[in-house]
């Protein structure tokens, strides 16, 4: 059963590739979904697949690209479905 989480990580989450990498685990791992740079200095992203992959996503999410230092992960569940095709970086 496919779910969808939105996520926003706060830190030193821009300017470190972050959106790049976090696409590149998300095809990795089979998600759907969007990444994108928030004006607040946050990266935020939808993702959309079975838990057991948006569980290791999460924990990705916590490290992120070698040179993030993540101080925050905030998740929310959405609504099931089957709303994206793919996983894009929004810009």
Known sequence: MKIQLHVVISGRVQGVWFRAST????????LTG????????????????????LDKMIDWCWKGPPLAKVSRVEIKQKRHGNQFTDFVVQR
Request: glycine letters at 10%.
């Open 34 to 53: 969007w990444v994108k740079n928030t004006n607040d200095g946050k990266v935020e992203a939808m993702f959309e697949g079975e838990e057991t992959k």
């Open 23 to 30: 696409k590149e685990k998300a095809d990795e791992l089979g």
